[in-house]
T-cell receptor, first 117, second 113 residues
Framework: DAGVTQSPTHLIKTRGQQVTLRCSPKSGHDTVSWYQQALGQGPQFIFQYYEEEERQRGNFPDRFSGHQFPNYSSELNVNALLLGDSALYLC????????????????FGQGTRLTVV | DAKTTQPTSMDCAEGRAANLPCNHSTISGNEYVYWYRQIHSQGPQYIIHGLKNNETNEMASLIITEDRKSSTLILPHATLRDTAVYYCIVRPWASGGYQKVTFGIGTKLQVIP
């Protein structure tokens, strides 16, 4: 059973460019969340997708956008990259809330290391 | 989500029990205590969670004080592979709400041979 998979594992982009990161959730999970982790910091919540809609959003600008597909996979898009966007981007999947009979802890992928130069 | 306070770093001798404390004095009645860990260059890994009773699984034990204002994660026999950053998080049970997980800085546990 594959866990959460993210691609690519590493990426180098130039300031001002756009980037798309991809995530496939753990089998059976239907909710995907994205986190940004700067060096030496804990992960910071970006947003969460369920039923192809953004359900909750952290304190991130509109340059950060996402999408969820019918197969529950998800993309994170970042426009107009800044040097400060350099970080490890983590995807986490889980069961949807309301399913209290299911174990709802989040499973994380290994992340995509984005470097903006 | 309630705020948590953890020591920045701790050392533990290999084979000994590692006891990682967490203060969450503002925890509310519907909030659970969760622990995750993050081994270098990997994604966070769920360890255990609890509401008010002590919990144990194959990875660790979670001891929550009676007033629920603090908790301790216990790794009974620490190994070198347990070297990681450990995050204590409090958040409501997921039903009825979405699962935003708020991480702090965590405790960097170094297991020493």
């Amino acid at each position: 059973d594959a866990g959460v998979t993210q691609s690519p594992t590493h990426l180098i982009k130039t300031r001002g460019q756009q980037v798309t990161l991809r995530c496939s959730p753990k089998s059976g999970h239907d909710t995907v969340s994205w986190y940004q982790q700067a060096l030496g910091q804990g992960p910071q919540f970006i947003f969460q997708y369920y039923e192809e809609e953004e359900r909750q959003r952290g304190n991130f600008p509109d340059r950060f956008s996402g999408h969820q597909f019918p197969n529950y996979s998800s993309e994170l898009n970042v426009n107009a990259l800044l040097l400060g966007d350099s970080a490890l981007y983590l995807c986490a999947s889980s069961f949807a809330p309301g399913q209290a009979y299911l174990n709802t802890e989040a499973f994380f992928g290994q992340g995509t290391r984005l470097t903006v130069v | 989500d309630a705020k948590t306070t953890q020591p920045t770093s701790m050392d533990c001798a290999e084979g000994r029990a590692a006891n990682l404390p967490c203060n969450h004095s503002t925890i509310s009645g519907n909030e659970y205590v969760y622990w995750y860990r993050q081994i270098h260059s990997q994604g966070p890994q769920y360890i255990i969670h609890g509401l008010k009773n002590n919990e144990t699984n194959e990875m660790a034990s979670l001891i929550i004080t009676e007033d629920r204002k603090s908790s301790t994660l216990i790794l009974p026999h620490a190994t070198l592979r347990d070297t990681a950053v450990y995050y204590c998080i409090v958040r409501p049970w997921a039903s009825g709400g979405y699962q935003k997980v708020t991480f702090g800085i965590g405790t960097k546990l170094q297991v020493i041979p």
